[in-house]
T-cell receptor, first 115, second 114 residues
């Protein structure tokens, strides 16, 4: 089954404790991206990757890191989480070949709470 | 000012009615427009996409784009309770140097009552 898998689904942590949210896709997609979703603000893009070893900042990259060492995986790293990073996070993947992005596949989300 | 504006709702309609959703945008460089549906506690799923002005139909769904007015719409005919969800508009560019950047609206919550 084609899917984007995020882990964990729920995470409660404390300020300053480094954490990683994993994202994996089994569709051989070149494009992957991370979003955060906050009430009233919709989905905001954090980082995206066009291919292995190629990453770019989205609209809200501050406080986040990403890496793309393999095509299937795109982890999101919070080196020193703060309460304003409490949010619902989504990973997405898509085809790059068409350059149109007509279909982004989203994971089920990770609800992060930073105390 | 956000690049994409969308009324958050909630929008409540009786079963069988037409649901009308819209988004406005400020960046005329957007060329590719999408509508996603998101059920509670789930990831968004693509409903419709288009890159030209005019209408595009897919079953009960019609997407409409007016690039001159920077306005896109989604219509859902014969609405069902299963259409109750949040609907997000999204846009991106088709130029090589901007491909990969997506802008989403805040989402409109729709409730279809039996």
């Amino acid at each position: 089954e084609a899917q984007v898998t995020q882990n964990p689904r729920y995470l409660i942590t404390v300020t300053g404790k480094k954490l990683t949210v994993t994202c994996s896709q089994n569709m051989n997609h070149e494009y992957m991206s991370w979003y955060r979703q906050d009430p009233g603000l919709g989905l905001r893009q954090i980082y995206y990757s066009m291919n292995v070893e190629v990453t770019d900042k989205g609209d809200v990259p501050e406080g986040y890191k990403v890496s793309r060492k393999e095509k299937r995986n795109f982890p999101l790293i919070l080196e020193s989480p703060s309460p304003n990073q409490t949010s619902l996070y989504f990973c997405a993947s898509g085809l790059e070949a068409t350059r149109s992005g007509e279909k982004l596949f989203f994971g089920s989300g990770t609800q992060l709470s930073v105390l | 000012q956000k690049e994409v504006e969308q009324d958050p709702g909630p929008l409540s309609v009786p079963e069988g009615a037409i649901v009308s959703l819209n988004c406005t945008y400020s960046n005329s460089a957007f060329q590719y427009f999408m509508w996603y549906r998101q059920y509670s506690r789930k990831g968004p799923e693509l409903l419709m996409y288009t890159y030209s002005s005019g209408n595009k139909e897919d079953g009960r769904f019609t997407a409409q784009v007016d690039k001159s007015s920077k306005y896109i719409s989604l219509f859902i005919r014969d609405s069902q309770p299963s259409d109750s969800a949040t609907y997000l508009c999204a846009m991106t560019f088709l130029t090589t140097d901007s491909w990969g950047k997506f802008q989403f609206g805040a989402g409109t919550q729709v409730v279809v009552t039996p």
